[in-house]
């Protein structure tokens, strides 16, 4: 699950910027 939430983490971002590029 550790892994997982890595994962997560690391896409959140990833995923944030393609729905809301005005983000950055």
């Known amino acids: 699950q ?3 939430a890595l994962f ?3 896409k959140l971002p990833e ?3 393609e729905t809301k ?3 950055e």
């Open 2 to 4: 550790r892994l997982q």
């Open 8 to 10: 997560f983490k690391k």
């Open 15 to 17: 995923r944030f910027a």
């Open 21 to 23: 590029p005005k983000v």
